[in-house]
């Protein structure tokens, strides 16, 4: 127990430590979670006024599954509407997912002499995982999904094993999951069925209790199922996925055309054959080496492009553990390799892949996985003293400390871009200054402006709501132009004089204009410009 | 007897499948092709290379000195066919049917199956991957054939110790054959008197001795020619991932590291952990299974559309490794996985990993794995009664796989891959037109890169000619050439005397508006190669 508390702690340390700070500043969707979680505990509206939604926030078209705003709302009372506050739930769920793969581990290898061991080092690799600290230390509900599943499987075992009623947990926190992130909304169904197939006979002696889980879930499904059925959610879908994209049909025609039109080259050409080989092209992605242990996903805002999402370490382990887990076959260990599986389907539909973050439900077969081959590497050696085995902890050690010292030293200079840093640093400057101007142009190049400025200023909601010109296009997709004496525009040298502030880009600040002051990305670069003409 | 039938079976499909249409696919021989072919004609002919050279260890060539076993081994093909695209790549089709009987003893000797020893041979036989490489003038196939054939004869040799010496020859001269060989093969030895020490240590010291004899005395030409030459690592240090540049970033952290007085950070970030990280990143990433199955590297290195392994394989591989891994195989076991580890190692010190040709040596072993799960696949579902509609579904994916790769490789690939395949010259080098000018002016930039090998190669340049003027050429990259009336260069149209008695050939938009086009090469899937002009 004292061995869990340490892990615990390093994992809130490793979670919590400078989240205000590093990463350096807070994308548009965290500071849309942070103002619609203010909104909320304002009047129980989101930022545009719908009155206590189940079904999604809509943000900016991008119709947000809503979890992650309402678990923000009391850290936003408590911490303030800021950083640590926005940030706070994916951290602490970050932390309690680290405890629960304890609990899990143990479930799953029940039957094993080992399972301690398994819990243990499979919690403490969570707890050190880039791949999970990367994603607990901003606000991505891809994060608090995963919690919610991880909890599912748990509660589902103890469910099964020793206390009906968890089942009803269970059920509730794979609803939850769904309500949480969009990945899960695939993923956890499927999980619920294998488990199903794997427990019939346990499920079947509780049928009673089973039913009643059933019920309460599917109550608590129905406003999301709603929902599901409307256009605006298969919208997001179809925009990103593989099987919209026409170039592979075109690719077809082509190879039947160099084949003269053969019957055969239509069968070998068929579209099926295609998307699936499409399919798994996008499904291996998400297993390529380079992605898993060397430079991860090539967005940094998941990855430090210095690491991968495991350990170059963690490689031999992992190989190791998924042989032997097939072979020794303990517990309920089918339950991991397919639910690896399953948890990247989703994102294997979808173009950008790999893609870290729709694939965190996976979390964490990953680290189970290695763990177990790492446990019985060290339970092969008759002393614990070996000079091979303590090679091994030194490199492990030495990975993980590579991976911090970059992670907290040049990760945040190097990639302060890349989540919208200088938009604080100017909205702040704005608000000291506002009322020495009229009216205040601001470029929305950086994208998603308003939400910045309503966040930083702390805007009233509900005064936003009744000022704010709001557009939306055909696709959904929602643009404040201005409220109040803001306008969001594409070019703010619209208007000149004296009275008017400009918020512009660097490099489109006309000649002869009167710089006020300049925004700097940490790495030295100009990010924003404030100005009059 | 029904496995002598079975293995001719395998033979015949073998032959077949990397004889048919030798000469036409792939569409035209790349660069390396011709240098390989032409230096085979020109030793063939003087005894020397292209540059004059006295029977060379090593060839020149671009300036990427090839080791140069394989010209030598294309003379007898090249005196009875002649110099053309057929002859200089029939060597390597032949040690490609040879991999696939060799592959079947090898496993036999390893396994004691026979079933499994066709299955795998079998597997090799319509491999894209071995196919791909089968097929052109490429080192690195016969180089699988040698380990292959080293491995076996080390195995016979720990019952009938002659064949030992065998294997040392065959070990030896592998390094003459390519440049991964160098590590690989050495790498292979190791690892096989490291399983097999104590069988080997029991054989009579003098045999033993014998073949070390033979193995360094053969392998000393070679080693002789790295130590002297300064020149023999440039292709080496042209490859690797040292050869690039230390990137920007990374020295900024130093930088950081070094204004924060990081002591750690200085260690963290400098060259050596930057390399080291590169080096394994480019090991692993052979083990991409988008690399594998579905996306290849470049296009000369597999079939478009398509990677180096079929896909109906994937999970009988899966299966295949379980179970060599927890099998009871013994000494098999070993030696299967450690050259299936080592094989990606001469290519994760290059850049531009993964590699196809750098890790052909990766064969058989993808075989091995596939064939075991297979054969334990069907030995499950044969238990069953109704077995015939699963074993059905998977002989029809199977063939699907493999007439679709017939496609590709055969129709599309011709189509798809011309340009990468350098084509053109076979149609745009023809001496009845270039008769009639006192120069010829060729375009050595782009796609036209080492035109001039071309030339030769398609001219039967009489090498003894060509010798006494390339004594000073180069083979680097860009470097012009000059030959009879020919010149390779980069063509200025502006800035050329344009002359009835001169001849241009070169890219399409390297000529200007008033050039006379006498003859335009497309590529067979659309777009213009190369033209003609006066």
Request: with cysteine; proline share 5%.
């Amino acid at each position: 127990m004292r061995i869990l508390f340490a892990i615990l702690l390093l994992a809130a340390v490793l979670r919590f430590w400078a989240i205000g700070s590093n990463p350096p500043s807070l994308t548009w969707d965290e500071t849309a979670w942070g103002y619609n979680a203010y909104s909320l505990g304002t009047d129980a509206r989101d930022e545009f006024g719908r009155f206590l939604p189940l079904d999604y926030i809509e943000s900016f078209g991008d119709f947000k599954p809503p979890m992650y705003a309402y678990l923000d709302i009391l850290p936003v009372k408590i911490f303030g509407l800021n950083e640590f506050g926005v940030r706070f739930p994916s951290a602490f769920f970050g932390v309690l997912t680290v405890i629960l793969t304890y609990f899990l581990v143990r479930e799953v290898f029940s039957n094993s002499k080992l399972k301690n061991q398994y819990a243990l080092v499979s919690s403490l690799f969570l707890a050190i995982s880039p791949w999970h600290i990367m994603l607990s230390r901003a606000a991505f509900e891809a994060n608090v999904a995963s919690f919610f599943i991880v909890s599912g499987v748990l509660f589902f075992l103890l469910g099964v094993r020793s206390n009906a009623r968890f089942l009803t947990v269970s059920l509730i926190s794979f609803v939850l999951s769904m309500y949480t992130f969009n990945t899960a909304r695939i993923v956890s169904p499927i999980l619920i069925l294998i488990l199903g197939i794997l427990f019939r006979r346990e499920l079947f002696i509780l049928k009673k209790q089973l039913i009643i889980a059933t019920i309460i879930a599917f109550v608590l499904f129905l406003p999301l199922f709603r929902f599901l059925t409307t256009p605006q959610a298969s919208l997001r879908f179809k925009e990103v996925n593989i099987f919209s994209d026409i170039s592979y049909i075109e690719l077809s025609n082509r190879q039947i055309e160099n084949d003269n039109g053969a019957f055969f080259s239509k069968v070998l050409h068929n579209r099926r054959a295609i998307f699936t080989v499409e399919f798994l092209k996008h499904y291996f992605d998400n297993l390529s080496p380079n992605f898993l242990f060397g430079k991860g996903d090539g967005n940094p805002k998941f990855s430090i492009q210095e690491v991968g999402h495991l350990y170059l370490w963690d490689f031999p382990f992992l190989v190791m553990g998924t042989l032997l887990i097939f072979k020794r076959k303990e517990g309920s260990w089918k339950i991991l390799p397919l639910w690896l599986v399953i948890g990247i389907i989703p994102a294997a539909t979808a173009r950008e892949t790999p893609h870290a973050l729709r694939i965190e439900a996976v979390l964490p077969t990953f680290q189970v996985l290695i763990a177990y081959g790492f446990v019985n590497f060290i339970d092969n050696f008759k002393t614990k003293k070996s000079l091979i085995l303590r090679a091994s902890y030194v490199f492990l050690f030495i990975n993980f400390l590579y991976f911090v010292h970059s992670l907290f030293i040049h990760y945040p200079k190097e990639f302060s871009g890349e989540w919208q840093y200088g938009y604080k640093e100017s909205v702040k400057f704005v608000r000291s200054v506002a009322t020495n101007y009229s009216q205040i142009n601001i470029t929305d190049q950086l994208g998603r402006p308003y939400i910045y400025y309503l966040f930083y200023t702390k805007e009233d909601p509900r005064t936003f709501r009744k000022e704010a010109k709001v557009s939306r296009d055909v696709f959904g997709f929602v643009t404040v132009e201005n409220y109040k004496k803001f306008n969001f525009v594409k070019d703010p040298n619209i208007v000149a004089g004296i009275n008017v502030l400009n918020i512009n880009l660097p490099n489109k600040v006309p000649v002869g204009a009167r710089v006020l002051k300049t925004f700097y990305l940490l790495n030295g670069k100009e990010a924003l410009v404030a100005y009059t003409i | 007897m029904r496995i002598k039938i079975f293995l001719f079976i395998v033979f015949i499909l073998a032959s077949i499948l990397r004889l048919i249409k030798i000469d036409s696919v792939p569409i035209s021989p790349d660069w390396d092709e011709v240098s390989l072919g032409y230096n085979a004609y020109s030793i063939m002919q003087t005894g020397k290379d292209e540059y004059g050279k006295f029977l060379p260890v090593v060839l020149k060539s671009y300036d990427d000195y090839k080791p140069a076993l394989y010209s030598y081994l294309a003379i007898p093909a090249i005196s009875m066919l002649g110099l053309n695209v057929q002859a200089v790549r029939i060597p390597s089709a032949f040690f490609g049917v040879l991999a696939v009987l060799g592959t079947f003893l090898l496993v036999r000797e390893l396994f004691k199956k026979d079933s499994l020893a066709l299955v795998a041979s079998f597997l090799l036989s319509v491999s894209p991957w071995h196919i791909q490489f089968s097929r052109i003038a490429f080192e690195s196939n016969v180089g699988l054939t040698f380990n292959i054939f080293a491995a076996l004869f080390f195995l016979k040799g720990l019952k009938n110790p002659i064949f030992l010496i065998a294997s040392a020859i065959l070990m030896a001269l592998n390094l003459y054959v390519y440049q991964s060989e160098k590590v690989f093969t050495p790498l292979l030895a190791v690892c096989l008197v490291l399983i097999f020490r104590k069988e080997l240590f029991s054989l009579p010291k003098k045999l033993l001795v014998l073949s070390v004899i033979f193995g360094i005395l053969i392998s000393f030409p070679m080693v002789h020619y790295l130590i002297t030459n300064k020149n023999s690592l440039e292709r080496a240090k042209g490859v690797s991932i040292f050869s690039g540049e230390y990137p920007i970033g990374e020295a900024k952290k130093a930088l950081t590291d070094l204004n924060n007085n990081d002591k750690l950070g200085l260690v963290f970030d400098n060259r050596r952990v930057f390399y080291a990280k590169e080096i394994i990143s480019g090991y692993l990433s052979h083990f991409d299974l988008n690399w594998l199955f579905i996306r290849g590297d470049i296009a000369r290195h597999h079939a478009p559309n398509m990677g180096l392994l079929y896909i109906f394989e994937i999970p009988f591989l899966l299966i295949g490794i379980y179970l060599l891994f927890t099998g009871d195989f013994k000494k098999a076991k070993y030696l299967i996985f450690l050259w299936f580890l080592i094989a990606p190692i001469p290519a994760s010190i290059t850049s531009g990993v993964p590699h196809a040709i750098r890790t052909l040596n990766f064969l058989p072993t993808f075989q091995i794995f596939t064939a075991l799960g297979l054969i334990y696949v069907f030995s499950r579902i044969k238990r069953y009664h109704y077995h015939q509609a699963p074993i059905f579904i998977i002989a029809i994916f199977g063939l699907f796989n493999f007439f679709y790769y017939l496609d590709q490789y055969f129709v599309q690939q011709n189509i798809f891959n011309a340009k990468e395949w350098q084509y053109g010259y076979s149609k745009i080098i023809q001496p009845e037109i270039f008769e009639k000018y006192k120069k010829i002016i060729v375009s050595n930039e782009g796609h036209m890169d080492q035109s001039y090998m071309f030339f030769l190669f398609y001219l039967r340049y009489p090498p003894e000619d060509y010798q006494k003027q390339s004594e000073f050429a180069s083979g680097g990259f860009r470097e012009n050439h000059k030959f009879d009336k020919y010149e390779f260069r980069p063509i200025v149209w502006e800035k050329e005397i344009k002359s009835e008695s001169i001849l241009y050939i070169g890219r399409p938009d390297d000529f200007g508006q008033d050039a006379k086009l006498l003859k335009s090469i497309n590529y067979p899937g659309g777009g213009e190669a190369m033209r003609i002009v006066q």
